[in-house]
């Protein structure tokens, strides 16, 4: 975690790792540090990585594929789901399902009417500077004051998010990160005041959490 610091930690096969290990990752997550207690010492390490993970849908990997090859029982589909603890899951603002990539798509030329990765880059720096210049530092680091600030929301979004977290059983810090990835959802979209839309597409983002994968 700490030589990721300032950089990507990228899990694969996330649910194939221990449990224990995994759990450890929760901390860091939202402190940016990481405190090693040996005998008598202690030490912190910094440790601000961003969190990236992949996983199979299930077990045999095919369940939701276009084959209808899974054979998975819905036991053993929420076994091995179940090792991705709630309050870790918390933490995973992103979740999104990838379909498999059919071969002929993979060979075909790139979509032309694509947007390009340079533009893509000049969306992505210009809403970083207005994170940095509306509080100094991104998004993703608001403390629940500094959100209660810089991501007002009127009471009919405020019911919209409400009911979604009770339909998806999400805590009070997941009620916080929606909200945080709705904020740079709509600094992507250059948009001042955080809308409806925007919400309800940081909570379409996460997948899991719906029950949609
Ligand atoms: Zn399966």
């Keep these: 975690m700490t030589l990721s610091h300032r950089g990507i930690l990228f899990l694969d ?41 992949a996983m199979n849908p299930c077990p045999c990997g095919y369940l939701g594929d276009v084959s209808g090859k899974c054979r998975c029982s819905p036991d053993q589909v929420g076994r091995y789901r179940g090792r991705i603890s709630g309050p870790l899951l918390d933490r995973i603002d992103l979740q999104l399902f990838v379909p498999r990539v059919e071969r002929e798509a993979l060979i075909a030329a790139v979509d032309p009417g694509a947007e390009s990765s340079e533009h893509v880059r000049s969306r ?78 940081a909570l379409r983002l996460r997948e899991l959490d719906r029950g949609q994968i």
């Design 124 to 201: 992505v720096t210009a809403a970083s500077r207005r994170q940095a210049e509306r509080a100094g530092k991104p998004n993703a680091q608001l403390t629940p004051r500094e959100i209660e600030r810089d991501c007002p929301v009127d009471a009919q979004t405020r019911g919209l998010l409400e009911a979604a977290m009770t339909r998806m059983g999400l805590s009070a810090r997941a009620y916080h990160r929606v909200l945080k990835v709705a904020r740079t959802i709509a600094d992507l979209a250059g948009a001042q005041a955080l809308a409806a839309g925007h919400v309800g597409e």
């Design 13 to 53: 096969e996330l649910p194939e790792f221990d449990r224990g290990v995994l759990e450890v990752l929760r901390e860091p997550l939202e402190s940016g540090q990481i405190t090693i207690s040996r005998a008598a010492r202690q030490s912190d390490f910094p440790a601000r990585f961003q969190l990236v993970a």
